[in-house]
C-alpha cells in the first residue's frame, strides 16, 4: 500500500504537468498524510537539511567551471584539437566530435553543457561536409551523455550524497566505462558514415597540429590536475570542483584572455540558475528519501526482490530494465535522488559492490537523457540546431544501440569497472 501511495502521488503530480521538484514534495506530503506524520516541521527541516551538505557544494562550483569553459575559449580549443589530429578521416568530424566530447567530459561533467558546446561547434560543420542533420545531430546528443560518466561528474556527487557512496571512488571507477562508451559510437559512427558521400576537411599540417595542442594545452592540463590531486589524496571531490573553476577562471581571463570581467556576472548568473534547479530538486527529494526510511520501503523492496537476490547478474538486469523505462519519463537528477535510496538496500543485500552499482546508475541515467519523450539532451541539440525532437531521436538510435550495448557488458562483465577502478584507488 505504501509503495503505491509513494508511486501514485508522484506520477500523478507529473502526469498533472507539476515540475518534479514539487512532485516530490506532493510526494512527501501523501507519504505523511497515509502515516499520520503530517507536520509542516518536518517537511521544512529535511528540505534544509537536503541542501546542507558539503559534498554537494561540488555541484555549483562544477556547473560555473563549465560555463567558463564554454565561455572562456577552453572547450573551442579542445574541438580545434581533435579537429586538427582526427578530422582528415573518413567520417572525421563525427570522430572530432567523439574525441572533443571525451575530452570536454573530464573538464565539466555536465552533458547539456557539453552537448550545447558540441552542437553550436560543430553541428553546422557536419552539416557543410554532407553529413545528414538528424545523423550528425544524434550523434552529438550521444557523445554528450558521456560527460556524466568520465569524472567529474554531477551525477556521481548526487549519487553518492544520495546513496552515500565514495564519491572519490565513484570518479576513478567511471573512467574506463566513459571510455568504452565513446569506443562504442566511435565503431558505429564508422559503419554509419562508409554509406554517406561526405566531404572530410582537409588534413591539417604538423605546424597546425602542433599550434592547436600548444594552444589547448592549458584546458587540458585541468583534468589532469583534478584525476591526480584525487587519487593522491590531495584534495576531496568538493575541493576539486573549486579547483576546476578557480583553474579555468584564471585561464580563461589570463592566459586565453577571452573572458572578460563584465562578462562574469553573466557567467555566474547561468551557473547560479542551473544549480538552483538541481539543489532544489535534492531538497525537495530529501522529503521523499526521509520518508522512504520511516515506511521501510526498501525493505519491501527487498521482499518484492527478494528471489532475485542469490543472481546479482539477473537483479542487474532487472534493475537496469527498470531504470531505462524511468528514464523514458524523467531526467537524471530525480532518478538518482528517488530511486538510489531505494535500490542500494536491495543491491547490498544482494552483495554487489556499490561502487560498481553506481556506476551502472550514473551510465543507464545518462542514456535516459537521449531517450525521448523526456531526453533532455536531445531537446538541446534540436534547440541549438532548429531540427524537431522526432528528427533527433531518429538520428540517435544507432548510437542509443551502441551505449546498451556497452551497459549490458558491464552488468555481465563486472571486472571491467572493478579492477581499474582497484587499480586506479591503489
Same mark, same amino acid.
Given at each position: 500500500? #505504501?509503495?503505491?501511495?509513494?508511486?501514485?502521488?508522484?506520477?500523478?503530480?507529473?502526469?498533472?504537468?507539476?515540475?518534479?521538484?514539487?512532485?516530490?514534495?506532493?510526494?512527501?506530503?501523501?507519504?505523511?498524510?497515509?502515516?499520520?506524520?503530517?507536520?509542516?516541521?518536518?517537511?521544512? /527541516?529535511?528540505?534544509?537539511?537536503?541542501?546542507?551538505?558539503?559534498?554537494?557544494?561540488?555541484?555549483?562550483?562544477?556547473?560555473?567551471?563549465?560555463?567558463?569553459?564554454?565561455?572562456?575559449?577552453?572547450?573551442?580549443?579542445?574541438? *580545434?584539437?581533435?579537429?586538427?589530429?582526427?578530422?582528415?578521416? =573518413?567520417?572525421?568530424?563525427?570522430?572530432? #566530435?567523439?574525441?572533443?566530447?571525451?575530452?570536454?567530459?573530464?573538464?565539466?561533467?555536465?552533458?547539456?553543457?557539453?552537448?550545447?558546446?558540441?552542437?553550436?561547434?560543430?553541428?553546422?560543420?557536419?552539416? =557543410?561536409?554532407?553529413?545528414?542533420?538528424?545523423?550528425?545531430?544524434?550523434?552529438?546528443?550521444?557523445?554528450?551523455?558521456?560527460?556524466?560518466?568520465?569524472?567529474?561528474?554531477?551525477?556521481?556527487?548526487?549519487?553518492?550524497?544520495?546513496?552515500?557512496?565514495?564519491?572519490?571512488?565513484?570518479?576513478?571507477?567511471?573512467?574506463?566505462?566513459?571510455?568504452?562508451?565513446?569506443?562504442?559510437?566511435?565503431?558505429?559512427?564508422?559503419?554509419?558514415?562508409? =554509406?554517406?558521400?561526405?566531404?572530410?576537411?582537409p588534413k591539417a599540417s604538423a605546424a597546425q597540429r602542433w599550434?592547436?595542442?600548444?594552444?589547448? #594545452?592549458?584546458?587540458?592540463?585541468?583534468?589532469?590536475?583534478?584525476?591526480?590531486?584525487?587519487?593522491?589524496?590531495?584534495? #576531496?571531490? *568538493?575541493?576539486?570542483?573549486?579547483?576546476?573553476?578557480?583553474?579555468?577562471?584564471?585561464?580563461?581571463?589570463?592566459?586565453?584572455?577571452?573572458?572578460?570581467?563584465? /562578462?562574469?556576472?553573466?557567467?555566474?548568473?547561468?551557473?547560479?540558475?542551473?544549480?538552483?534547479?538541481?539543489?532544489?530538486?535534492?531538497?525537495?527529494a530529501m522529503v521523499s528519501a526521509w520518508l522512504i526510511t520511516?515506511?521501510?520501503?526498501?525493505? /519491501?523492496?527487498?521482499?518484492?526482490?527478494?528471489?532475485?537476490?542469490?543472481?546479482?547478474?539477473?537483479?542487474?538486469?532487472?534493475?537496469?530494465?527498470?531504470?531505462?523505462?524511468?528514464? *523514458?519519463?524523467?531526467?537524471?537528477?530525480?532518478?538518482?535522488?528517488?530511486?538510489?535510496?531505494?535500490?542500494?538496500?536491495?543491491?547490498?543485500a544482494a552483495g554487489i559492490d556499490p561502487v560498481y552499482f553506481?556506476?551502472?546508475?550514473?551510465?543507464?541515467?545518462?542514456?535516459?537523457?537521449?531517450?525521448?519523450?523526456?531526453?533532455?539532451?536531445?531537446?538541446?541539440?534540436?534547440?541549438?540546431?532548429?531540427?524537431?525532437?522526432?528528427?533527433?531521436?531518429?538520428?540517435?538510435?544507432?548510437?542509443?544501440?551502441? /551505449?546498451?550495448?556497452?551497459?549490458?557488458?558491464?552488468?555481465?562483465?563486472?571486472?571491467?569497472?572493478?579492477?581499474?577502478?582497484?587499480?586506479?584507488?591503489?
Amino acid at each position: 500500500m #505504501t509503495i503505491s501511495i509513494f508511486l501514485g502521488s508522484l506520477l500523478g503530480s507529473m502526469a498533472l504537468g507539476v515540475p518534479i521538484a514539487f512532485a516530490l514534495l506532493v510526494c512527501g506530503l501523501a507519504l505523511m498524510w497515509h502515516m499520520d506524520l503530517l507536520d509542516a516541521q518536518i517537511l521544512a /527541516q529535511n528540505v534544509i537539511n537536503g541542501a546542507d551538505s558539503f559534498p554537494l557544494l561540488a555541484v555549483p562550483f562544477f556547473m560555473l567551471a563549465g560555463e567558463i569553459m564554454n565561455v572562456g575559449g577552453l572547450s573551442r580549443r579542445i574541438v *580545434t584539437l581533435a579537429l586538427t589530429l582526427v578530422g582528415h578521416l =573518413r567520417g572525421g568530424l563525427g570522430f572530432v #566530435t567523439i574525441l572533443a566530447a571525451c575530452l570536454m567530459a573530464a573538464l565539466s561533467g555536465s552533458a547539456v553543457a557539453d552537448t550545447a558546446a558540441l552542437a553550436a561547434l560543430l553541428l553546422p560543420m557536419m552539416v =557543410r561536409a554532407g553529413h545528414d542533420k538528424a545523423r550528425a545531430g544524434g550523434l552529438i546528443a550521444s557523445a554528450g551523455i558521456i560527460a556524466p560518466v568520465i569524472p567529474p561528474s554531477i551525477g556521481f556527487v548526487v549519487f553518492g550524497v544520495a546513496a552515500n557512496v565514495s564519491i572519490g571512488k565513484l570518479f576513478l571507477a567511471g573512467i574506463v566505462p566513459g571510455l568504452m562508451m565513446g569506443i562504442a559510437i566511435a565503431i558505429t559512427w564508422y559503419l554509419v558514415a562508409r =554509406r554517406e558521400g561526405s566531404a572530410p576537411p582537409p588534413k591539417a599540417s604538423a605546424a597546425q597540429r602542433w599550434t592547436a595542442l600548444r594552444e589547448s #594545452t592549458w584546458a587540458l592540463m585541468l583534468p589532469v590536475i583534478v584525476l591526480v590531486g584525487l587519487k593522491m589524496g590531495v584534495f #576531496t571531490p *568538493t575541493e576539486a570542483a573549486v579547483v576546476a573553476a578557480v583553474y579555468a577562471l584564471f585561464v580563461a581571463t589570463v592566459v586565453y584572455r577571452e573572458l572578460d570581467i563584465r /562578462q562574469l556576472y553573466d557567467v555566474f548568473l547561468a551557473a547560479a540558475k542551473t544549480t538552483s534547479v538541481i539543489m532544489f530538486l535534492v531538497a525537495a527529494a530529501m522529503v521523499s528519501a526521509w520518508l522512504i526510511t520511516v515506511a521501510d520501503l526498501p525493505g /519491501q523492496l527487498i521482499e518484492l526482490l527478494g528471489p532475485l537476490t542469490d543472481s546479482p547478474t539477473l537483479l542487474l538486469l532487472v534493475i537496469m530494465v527498470m531504470l531505462i523505462a524511468i528514464g *523514458t519519463a524523467m531526467d537524471m537528477t530525480p532518478t538518482i535522488l528517488i530511486m538510489a535510496p531505494m535500490l542500494m538496500p536491495v543491491v547490498k543485500a544482494a552483495g554487489i559492490d556499490p561502487v560498481y552499482f553506481g556506476v551502472l546508475f550514473i551510465m543507464n541515467a545518462a542514456i535516459g537523457l537521449i531517450t525521448p519523450p523526456v531526453g533532455t539532451v536531445l531537446n538541446v541539440v534540436a534547440g541549438v540546431g532548429r531540427m524537431r525532437m522526432d528528427e533527433v531521436a531518429r538520428g540517435v538510435l544507432p548510437f542509443m544501440a551502441a /551505449q546498451f550495448v556497452v551497459l549490458l557488458l558491464l552488468v555481465l562483465f563486472p571486472s571491467i569497472v572493478t579492477v581499474p577502478a582497484r587499480w586506479l584507488a591503489g
